[in-house]
């Protein structure tokens, strides 16, 4: 059930007990609530939940083919929801709880919404490592549908007031605890007999999935099926072009720099790639809000988790 009136306003609160009982009743209710992760502020609702469910795609203006990740509490839950082989059961030993979403079939008796997995044979599965968002999938009883709190295909949010930017009036609370630690949205990999599939690059890179699998990570294969949420080709973008490998910034450009180089904003002035993941989309909020007509990205490595990063620049170039 979800309660009648679809106009309202949306209340921000600090994470905290009291926050996170009030969080749980509206989830029981069927309604929406933002929540931090490890990755970015998450939209969740009760993935069991047509109805709930239905009002994330309304809320964010997201296609239905684009399928939605389900967050649990712990591997057990998982095993409800989704059949793991060995191979599955090993990266979710490595890497759970943490910034990997795996890409397995779901289960016939598992319960979910039919809109979770956008029609497809399978389920995407998280279990976060930040406690705000394990504490309410355990609070409100159920597994939780949450992509990105944000309007479909533009900026992620890294913080509470990025969400409230882009969806207050869309749901009733925003969970408050400050910046996600990761700024990047959760590797997705599909595991197989013989290789891991990378469907989305994140946190956990490549060689770090095959160091743990023992087996070939390989890309996603046919790119025009919509297997995983985050293979849009124009997505994580903001208002303004975007121009990508700037070494300066051009008139009416918000220059976001990469190490030591004149810019407007930083990702990381040591050229740290895990600081330059955590503080992207927050530049690309602050760019997208500036004066300037358009937006240049400096040059940004693509080893490691730079692989990461170039993939949502370019998506959000595209």
């Known amino acids: 059930m979800t309660i009648a009136n679809p106009a309202f306003a949306t209340r921000t609160c600090r994470y905290g007990a009291d926050a996170l009982r009030e969080a749980a009743l509206l989830i029981r209710a069927g309604e929406l609530v933002a929540v931090p992760t490890e990755t970015v502020y998450g939209l969740a ?6 109805q709930a469910v239905a009002a994330i795609y309304s809320a964010k203006g997201r296609p239905s083919f684009n399928p939605l990740i389900v967050h649990v509490a712990d591997l057990d839950m998982a095993e409800r929801l989704a059949d793991f082989s060995p191979m599955a059961r090993l990266l979710a030993e490595r890497f759970w709880p943490g910034p ?20 497809l044979p399978t ?23 949450a992509p990105s709190a944000n309007r479909s295909g533009s900026i992620s949010p890294t913080r509470a007031e990025h969400v409230l930017a882009s969806l207050s009036g869309r749901l009733r609370l925003v969970l408050d605890e400050g910046p996600t630690s990761e700024g990047l949205e959760s590797t997705i990999a599909a595991p197989e007999a013989d290789r891991v599939r990378l469907l989305r690059p994140g ?49 009416d450009e918000y220059l976001i720099g990469f190490g030591l180089m004149p810019c ?51 998506r959000a170039a595209a």
């Open 45 to 50: 609702a009760d993935a069991t939940d047509d």
């Open 100 to 119: 990997l979403t795996l890409v397995l079939p779901v289960r016939a008796d598992s319960g979910l919404s039919a809109l979770v997995t956008a029609g």
């Open 123 to 145: 389920v995407a599965l998280r279990l976060p490592a930040h406690p705000a968002m394990r504490s309410l999938v355990r609070e409100s009883g159920r597994p939780l549908a």
């Open 203 to 251: 946190p956990v890179t490549a060689a770090m999935l095959e160091q743990a699998a023992g087996v070939p990570v390989t890309g996603a294969g046919d790119t025009s099926r919509i297997e995983a949420p985050g293979q849009l080709e124009s997505h994580y973008a903001p208002s303004k072009p975007v121009r990508l490998n700037a070494l300066r910034a051009e008139k």
């Open 264 to 314: 407007h904003i930083n990702l990381s002035l040591e050229a740290d790639m895990r600081e330059a993941a955590a503080n992207l989309f927050s530049a690309l909020h602050v760019a997208d809000a500036s004066a300037a007509a358009s937006i240049a990205v400096a040059p940004i490595p693509v080893e490691g988790i730079g692989a990461a990063i170039n993939d949502r620049l370019r």
